[in-house]
């Protein structure tokens, strides 16, 4: 594998990009645990910032005919 000083350039940059994605990865594993939001009518779990409005969509997306409060009964009012 031979190469100017460009390709050596452009391989530096494709290595920060790898270690971005690294870096992004390792955000990916915190955000599993911190999981603490559950559906009680699929059980699918969500991540603790997750919106009062993106749970109200997954239960009107996945349980139509449940009540929000049925699968996230911490959104009672
Ligand atoms: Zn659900």
């Known amino acids: 594998m031979g190469g100017g000083n460009g390709q050596k350039s452009k391989t530096a940059r494709e ?9 992004k ?3 990916l594993e915190s955000n599993k645990k911190a999981m ?8 699918q779990t ?4 997750t919106t009062e409005v993106k ?14 409060s049925a699968c996230f009964p911490h ?3």
């Open 36 to 43: 603490s939001i559950q559906c009680k009518v699929c059980m």
């Open 46 to 49: 969500f991540i603790c910032t």
């Open 15 to 23: 290595r920060n990009l790898e270690k971005q994605k690294q870096a």
């Open 75 to 77: 959104l009672k009012k």
């Open 25 to 27: 990865g390792s955000q």
């Open 55 to 68: 749970c109200r969509e997954h239960a009107e997306a996945k349980h139509p005919k449940s009540d929000v």
